[in-house]
């Protein structure tokens, strides 16, 4: 069982930067890929950026690649997301997702747990 609580959400202005946070609970994070998708109002739920678990293979979304950048800690059972260049289509929701299979998913449905979101709001 993982719980995964995110932070570090807000309002910015349109070209501004901001650095979300996903804190896991449990032994075995180092174990879990990682990701971060993002549901904008009236939208689904979409994919945004993916690491694996050692942290050695990144995916990004074509709408975030060159801006966004994942990362993550594990000593620390963190995972980040570092926002740069904002736009107002960036504005959604943002969760953080635990994928305990073997390899890498960009697919909501293979994350097995999830946080409960933390708004961004990037203003024009």
Known sequence: QVQLVESGGGLVQAGGSLRLSCAASGRTFSSYA???FRQAPGKEREFVAAI???GAN??????VKGRFT?????????????MNSLKPEDTAVYYCAADNGGTVSLK???YDYWGQGTQVTVSS
Request: glycine share 4%; proline share 0%.
């Open 34 to 36: 990682m990701g971060w």
């Open 52 to 54: 694996s678990w050692r």
């Open 58 to 63: 990144t995916y990004y979304a074509d709408s």
């Open 70 to 82: 994942i990362s993550r800690d594990n000593a620390k059972n963190t995972v980040y997301l570092q």
């Open 108 to 110: 909501i449905r293979e």
